[in-house]
Every structure is written in structure tokens, then in C-alpha cells.
């Protein structure tokens, strides 16, 4: 298994600021995720962060909103940028260990005013 | 691309019975199946899964069940506890290296004392 912090665990910000959510792992791992959960939702994939260069954003998410640092194999940052009140959601990181077995962190709960 | 159903949206049962949570889903090339619980406030916790080629695992008082014929896939939980109760979400995915997991809608369980 891996052991993930999330931080912060939650914010509450203004219209058009932006957040960095920062995800640190306790072990190298190839594979980083982020997904959103807008309330009471499932989980979406926001993006794979590759270690050395350029996320990979599924359709509907574009670098310009949620940019994605992966600066080594053990952490990684996602910035909601210029905030509206529909990015109120939770962010989770996760993690892939043992071939395809996937860990997610506690989540940091957003709330933009 | 892939999609997974979730059967039913919330599901309220007394201490001691038994839950059942359905998914289906449409992509035959799917082969690895997780569940995780999630609790108010924190992320997903995995707490099972199954791939294609075993058609039932349990662990305790929890059993996933998998018919790749018709493409679904159930959990059972039995002996329900008041500390069972949580979100439960099934998963889909193709598990050759990584491929992305598919979420479904989520299933509010209830277990009431």
C-alpha cells in the first residue's frame, strides 16, 4: 500500500484566486492521479502527472484551469486557477502500487465563495 | 469508452442483514474490478477486487462476485455493522499496465442499529 498526504485537507476561497493542492507519497511510484468529486458525485479524472514532463488531461479538463507539477516520484501539485464557484468540489490525488491497485489520499474539500 | 452503472443510488438495511451493491458495465475488454468505501470527509478506501479470471474473492464478511458473461459485477456484504455505513463505489478498468478506472454513480449505504 502507500501512505498519502493531501494539503491543505480544505480551503475556502475567493472567485478568480487560485489554490495549489499538494500531494506527497511515502514511496516512489510511477503513476500519479488527480481527480475532482463534485458533491454527492463519483470521481473524475482530472489528470495523470508524469514524473519529468507534461500532464495528461482527459477531455474536459485543459492545463490553463488545472495546471500539474510532478517534480519527482514522490510528489505532486495541482492548481485550480482562477476559481469559480463550480470548482467547489473535492480534489484527491491517488496513487498506483502493485500493478494497477490504486490509493487515494483524504482529499482537499474546496469551497470558493 | 468505458461505462459502469451502479445499482441502487442508496440502500438502507438493519444491523445484521445483508447488502448487496450491483455495477454493470460495457466494455467486455475490462478486467480488473475495485470497490472502495468512502467515509464522510476522507478519501476512497479500497476494500476489494476481483479480476476476470476468478469469479468470486472474499475477505471476511465482505465477497465480490463477477460474471464476465453478463458484465456485471456485485458486493456483498453480510452481518452489516452501523460502521459499514459509508459511500460505496465499484470501479472498471483494463488492468494491462495501468488503464484508467472507471467510476460508478456511488451507493449510499445505510446500516441503521
Known amino acids: 500500500s502507500a501512505v498519502i498526504s493531501q494539503k491543505p485537507s480544505r480551503d475556502i476561497c475567493q472567485r478568480g484566486t487560485s489554490l495549489t493542492i499538494q500531494c506527497q507519497v511515502d514511496?516512489?511510484?510511477?503513476?500519479m492521479f488527480w481527480y475532482r468529486q463534485q458533491p454527492g458525485q463519483s470521481l473524475t479524472l482530472i489528470a495523470t502527472?508524469?514524473?519529468?514532463?507534461?500532464?495528461?488531461?482527459e477531455s474536459g479538463f485543459v492545463i490553463d484551469k488545472f495546471p500539474i507539477s510532478r517534480p519527482n516520484l514522490t510528489f505532486s501539485t495541482l492548481t485550480v486557477s482562477n476559481m469559480s464557484p463550480e470548482d467547489s468540489s473535492i480534489y484527491l490525488c491517488?496513487?498506483?502500487?502493485?500493478?494497477?491497485?490504486?490509493?487515494f489520499g483524504a482529499g482537499t474539500r474546496l469551497s470558493v465563495l | 469508452g468505458e461505462n459502469v452503472e451502479q445499482h441502487p443510488s442508496t440502500l438502507s438495511v438493519q444491523e445484521g442483514d445483508s447488502a448487496v451493491i450491483k455495477c454493470t458495465y460495457s466494455?467486455?475488454?475490462?478486467?480488473?474490478f475495485p470497490w472502495y468505501k468512502q467515509e464522510l470527509g476522507k478519501g476512497p478506501q479500497l476494500i476489494i477486487d476481483?479480476?476476470?479470471?476468478?469469479g468470486e474473492k472474499k475477505d471476511q464478511r465482505i465477497a465480490v462476485t463477477l460474471n464476465k458473461t453478463a458484465k456485471h459485477f456485485s458486493l456483498h456484504i453480510t452481518e452489516t455493522q452501523p460502521e459499514d455505513s459509508a459511500v460505496y463505489f465499484c470501479?472498471?478498468?483494463?488492468?494491462?499496465?495501468?488503464?484508467?478506472?472507471?467510476f460508478g454513480t456511488g451507493t449510499r449505504l445505510l446500516v441503521s442499529p
Open positions: 491517488s496513487v498506483v502500487v502493485d500493478m494497477d491497485i490504486q490509493y
Open positions: 514511496s516512489q511510484v510511477t503513476m
Open positions: 502527472a508524469n514524473q519529468g514532463s507534461e500532464a495528461t488531461y
Open positions: 466494455d467486455s475488454a475490462s478486467n480488473y
Open positions: 476481483i479480476r476476470s479470471n476468478v
Open positions: 470501479a472498471a478498468s483494463k488492468a494491462t499496465g495501468f488503464q484508467k478506472l472507471v
